[in-house]
């Protein structure tokens, strides 16, 4: 028992990036698909969140293609579901880049500040999404200010993944070092 331990506690991290990884999965298919249906369409975009960047004509669209029942289902989703999803993925990522990287723990502020990124062009597209309701014009600065929120956070979902990916790469480059020398 206590030789399992140890081995536990040496694999920690591999184990929490597996469980995270785990309930990644399962959030995604079993709790963003329910709670996103309510404003889903069958043609255009189900989330502004999900495109790089957007416009004001976009932003109209998207919110002029709902009901209003289906508008504020979205803001649901943006105040508890996504949110969530939020602390999820980074903790994934986190757990994943501390395996890979476990000396150079200053790498974990890219997916945190991915993680609040997410957090703010939420927030910003309830304003957005208060604005139309209540039947005013949507400021292009708020516009503006999500588009650049999103893409600043898709930036730095796209740097977790490389650095994931190098991670990957360079305990595959170790494990086949190490397996020539046990053959030689």
Not at 30 to 38: E, T
Not at 57 to 82: A, K, P
Request: proline residues 2%; aromatic residues 18%; charged residues 10%.
């Amino acid at each position: 028992m206590n030789r399992t331990m140890t081995y536990f506690n040496l694999h920690r991290t591999l184990y929490s990036g597996i469980g995270f990884t785990l309930a990644f999965f399962l959030y995604v298919s079993l709790v963003l698909g329910h709670f996103s249906s309510c404003f889903t369409l069958d043609v255009g975009a189900n989330s502004l969140g999900l495109s790089f960047y957007y416009t004001q004509d976009m932003v109209q669209d998207f919110f002029g293609s709902r009901t209003q029942e289906q508008l504020l289902c979205y803001g649901q989703f943006l105040q508890v579901w996504d949110v969530i999803f939020a602390v999820i993925y980074t903790l994934m990522y986190a757990c994943w880049i501390m395996y890979f990287f476990n000396k150079r723990r200053l790498l974990l502020f890219i997916p945190v500040l991915g993680m609040i990124a997410d957090w703010a062009e939420n927030y910003v597209e309830l304003l957005m999404l208060e604005f139309y309701l209540n039947s005013n014009p949507i400021p292009e600065m708020l516009v503006s200010l999500g588009s650049g929120i999103n893409s600043f956070k898709w930036s730095l979902s796209v740097l977790t993944y490389l650095l994931i990916l190098l991670g990957i790469v360079m305990a595959l480059i170790r494990l086949l070092r190490k397996s020539k020398r046990y053959k030689n």
